[in-house]
């Protein structure tokens, strides 16, 4: 059996994204593997039930630390060596960037996934700037092999490699993200007749669009239109960009929010509201909560940064609007809370979409074909 290694920056980033994928690789004579920098009890048991054996190494998602950096790539090439794998998978800036190094030098095959290069792209300050300098020219330099496929979750992620000369045109892959088992994601028609629900749920981090989407609910509530924003999700500490505890308590005390905390049942909240908003303001890649909520049978609200408008089409199942800007979320909330008709024709169009091209099952074939194809 081949050797499959997933390399990931997070326990919760690859049980949200990743799991599925790797359980599917298994069920296709894959031997697989996982190194992560921490692993919840609750998910290794899972994994291992499935045949899959974790692996720690170390890694600081935010430090900028050179002899962090090379305390990294040494701890992970230890668990490569215990592995042996046939090809490897990273996944996220730091582990592409230590998989790049490591792989060149003992001629394993790798696949590297860029979900959303986000403030590390955009950014102009002299911290990112610099950084973005080095990653990405120590990845160009070791990248000119045959044996490196990446793959790409947003065309303007792709672009920038493509121009910059980082990888060669034939290393680059266009995908389309996670997809979702439909069957764990049904249509549930909305219901009529009650207090419009919008939900935010995501990492919580201030570049993601939360502030901007609050003043929006607040300027519809003084209107007088039943309105009601939900938030869900998780606080990311190690981001200098994540809310702090006390601000999402003050918005909720305010009566600005209902707030949920972390959810497991995604597709039953998704279910209860009628819309869903990730106005963001950097370049994600497919963002999965858009997915998940189009496979409900939900509209959405986003911006057309990175790979945002490959799952909102606007205007068809859902509203496009500019990045931190109160004004055209307004415009979008107002019309889907004026028409019941509309929220079910855009979450209709939103099922049909996911169907086509977001299914577990096109994501699957997808990576098992690059797979065949480098091992080949």
């Known amino acids: 059996m081949k050797k499959l290694l997933f390399v990931i920056n997070a326990d919760w980033y690859f049980n949200l994204h990743w799991k599925e994928r790797a359980i599917n690789a298994v069920k296709n004579g894959y031997n697989v593997f996982i190194a992560m920098p921490s692993c919840s009890e609750k998910l290794k048991y899972e994994l291992e039930s499935d045949g899959i054996v974790v692996y720690l190494y170390h890694l600081d998602r935010t430090s900028l630390s050179i002899l962090g950096e090379v305390r990294s790539i040494i701890n992970l090439n230890k668990v490569i060596n ?6 490897i998978h990273s996944v996220t800036i730091k582990p592409n960037l230590y998989c790049t190094i490591l ?28 950084s973005r300098n080095v990653i990405f020219n120590i990845i160009k330099l070791f990248s000119k092999s045959k044996n490196i496929t990446a793959l790409f979750e947003n065309n303007e992620d792709l672009e920038y490699f493509k121009v910059n000369g980082i990888y060669s045109e034939r290393q680059l892959v266009r995908v389309f993200g996670a997809g979702v088992n439909l069957d764990s994601y049904p249509y549930v028609a ?10 935010f749920a995501s990492r919580l981090l201030k570049d993601k669009g939360l502030d901007v989407l609050v003043s929006a609910v607040r300027e519809l509530k ?3 239109i039943p309105i009601e924003l939900c938030v869900a999700g998780i606080f990311d500490f190690d981001s200098p960009l994540s809310f702090t505890e006390e601000e999402i308590k003050k918005y ?77 979320i307004i415009i979008a909330l107002n019309k889907l809370c004026e028409s019941h008709n509309l929220i079910e024709k855009f979450g209709l169009k939103g ?16 990576n098992l074909f690059i797979y065949k194809k480098l091992l080949s």
């Open 103 to 130: 792989t060149r030098i003992k001629k394993i095959q790798l696949v590297s996934t860029y979900a959303g290069l986000g403030t590390l792209k955009i950014s102009n300050s002299i911290k990112y700037r610099l």
């Open 252 to 328: 909720s005390n305010n009566g600005d929010i209902l707030w949920l905390g972390q959810c497991s049942n995604m597709a039953k909240l998704i279910s209860q509201c009628d819309i869903v908003a990730l106005p963001t303001m950097y370049g994600e890649g497919v963002p999965r909560i858009l997915i998940e909520a189009c496979a409900i049978g939900r509209p959405i609200i986003t911006t057309p940064l990175g790979g945002c408008k490959d799952i909102c089409i606007d205007n068809v199942n859902g509203f496009i609007v500019e990045p931190n800007d109160i004004n055209t």
């Open 351 to 366: 099922r049909e979409l996911v169907t086509n091209n977001f299914s577990n099952e096109s994501v699957f074939l997808q």
């Open 190 to 199: 909305p219901v009529k007749n009650r207090k419009i629900k919008v939900l």
């Open 82 to 87: 215990k592995v042996s794998p046939d090809i």
């Open 222 to 224: 003084l209107k007088k």
